[in-house]
């Protein structure tokens, strides 16, 4: 048995309970919506820089409004299948730098993301995450398809975890280069003048 002591508990949903242990980890069980707050913070509000993780369980279908509102060390969240609702302002200047959805795009309130600068992944299968979607979200986001919760890559000379492996998907998802061929990217070689020009053209009329 291993014993984590807890900070705080409570109760965030009629069917939810939250608890924050010593390691910074949020703990949400349950199913359902989460509440919404507004006049009144979250009730993890005041441990909002403690925060490192949050742990949503299979079942929740809704994120509050200003949930995790100025959570400046929440890095990465994991959103599970089940949910279709992210509340207005909910992650509004969070530190997250990694988003991940499990299932199809919820519906977005105003500012959930802003000033949010992450990676998110998303199920390249799923036809709800179409581009308005993901524009929809603010903040700055670099989006990037998944199989099986791997990016899609059909480039043989892109390994994953390079430095630059995630601006060579979201150059090629978001229509700025495809490529030297279907397999191949080529990241060691140099650009020319006119490479450059028309990565430029395409990134500002993408």
């Known amino acids: 048995i291993t014993w984590v002591a807890y900070t705080a508990s409570g109760q965030c949903g009629d069917d939810l309970t939250w608890v924050l242990d010593d390691n910074g980890v949020l703990t949400i069980t349950g199913t359902g919506d989460m509440w919404d707050f507004t006049d009144a913070p979250a009730p993890w509000f005041q441990y909002r820089e403690q925060i490192q993780s949050v742990e949503l369980p299979d079942g929740l279908t809704g994120i509050g409004n200003y949930a995790f509102y100025m959570c400046s060390g929440l890095a990465s969240v994991t959103f599970p299948a089940s949910l279709t609702r992210i509340g207005a302002s909910a992650f509004y200047l969070a530190g997250l730098k990694e988003l991940r959805f499990e299932g199809s795009a919820p519906n977005i309130g105003a500012d959930a993301f802003s000033f949010v600068t992450a990676t998110a992944y998303y199920p390249a299968d799923d036809d709800t995450w179409t581009e308005a979607v993901r524009q929809n979200f603010g903040g700055e986001i670099t989006w990037i398809p998944c199989v099986g919760g791997k990016p899609v890559n059909s480039f043989t000379d892109v390994p994953e975890g390079k430095w630059y492996t995630t601006p060579v998907?979201?150059?090629?998802?978001?229509?700025?280069?495809?490529?030297?061929?279907?397999?191949?990217?080529?990241?060691?070689?140099?650009?020319?003048?006119?490479?450059?020009?028309?990565?430029?053209?395409?990134?500002?009329n993408k």
């Open 169 to 204: 998907l979201w150059a090629v998802q978001n229509g700025v280069t495809s490529g030297v061929d279907a397999e191949h990217f080529a990241p060691d070689n140099g650009c020319t003048r006119g490479q450059v020009v028309t990565f430029l053209y395409r990134y500002a």
